[in-house]
């Protein structure tokens, strides 16, 4: 995807979340116009509120599914395409070698009885490390044409976009060593040093009040499987959590090793 499409994407997925309320407000001001209404002579006719229903209903819906539908075309392309130029690539040719410093923003959850950083794909890790390949075990990450590797974004709002898709997750300032390889939005390098997370602002609970402390609880998913998972709360929604299940924002960042600000 080019960089415009990326940015469109984010834009009309935002869009989306608010349709509803759009659509309310529209119908909320045809109403009180008296669009609804069995006047004789409403302010705005009525032929122009059952268009406005047809098309906020049936119209709308299906130019966003198109939008989409487009989307995945485009997407499915330049996979494509990007496993071409792979294939393609000449023997040794150092595929797009990071030359700068490779500093990033990625999303992560913290799991586990001792907080642990834990990425989108369930991988773990500590503040400082080195990427293992779990699919093929001879791999240095990171591999050409594999997986494997630390990422991270090039700029703070994608992770913070990846954050709005990704409720109970942290975003963290990371910098990258080692072999690494770069493309337009991000890295994929060989280690990975943790500087910092950021406290997010809102109770994860009650999304109102601010943040004050870490809880830990039990989450039960598919399988029967159980991890604890951490979250932040306000001093309201902390009530009820024993104290063992509690880390001031201090404790928490001994037990990381990062700074939390
Ligand atoms: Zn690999
Ligand atoms: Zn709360």
């Given at each position: 995807m080019g960089m415009d499409q990326k940015r469109f994407k984010q834009w009309a997925i935002r869009v989306i979340r608010i349709y509803p309320l759009i659509a309310i407000g529209l119908l909320g001001v045809a109403y009180l116009l008296?669009?609804?209404?069995?006047?004789?002579?409403?302010?705005?006719?009525r032929v122009v509120v059952t268009g406005m229903l047809y098309g906020l209903i049936v119209v709308v819906p299906l130019i966003a599914i198109l939008i989409f539908v487009g989307f995945s075309i485009s997407e499915d392309r330049s996979r494509n395409r990007n496993l071409k130029n792979l294939e393609n690539l000449?023997?040794?040719?150092?595929?797009?070698?990071?030359q700068e410093e490779m500093h990033g923003f990625k999303i992560v959850s913290l799991t586990g009885e001792s907080p642990t950083f834990t990425g989108v794909t369930g991988d773990t890790y500590k503040f400082d490390g080195n990427a293992i390949c779990k699919e093929f075990?001879?791999?240095?990450?990171?591999?050409?044409?594999?997986?494997c590797g630390f990422y991270a974004f090039k700029e703070r709002r994608d992770a913070q976009f990846e954050l709005s898709i990704h409720p109970g997750f942290f975003v963290i300032d990371v910098d990258l060593f080692g072999i690494g390889f770069s493309h337009k939005y991000g890295y994929r390098a060989e280690s990975q040093r943790v500087n910092s997370l950021e406290f997010p602002?809102?109770?994860?609970?009650?999304?109102v009040l601010p943040a004050r402390v870490f809880i830990k609880s039990y989450k039960i998913g598919y399988g029967n499987n159980a991890w604890w998972h951490w979250s932040v709360r306000c001093s309201s929604c902390?009530?009820?959590?024993k104290p063992e299940n509690r880390l001031t924002i201090e404790q928490m960042s001994k037990k990381l090793h990062v700074e939390i600000n």
């Open positions: 008296g669009g609804f209404s069995e006047r004789s002579n409403p302010l705005v006719p000449p023997e040794g040719d150092p595929f797009d070698l990071a075990p001879d791999h240095v990450p990171p591999v050409i044409g594999c997986e602002k809102r109770c994860m609970r009650c999304k902390v009530r009820g959590v």
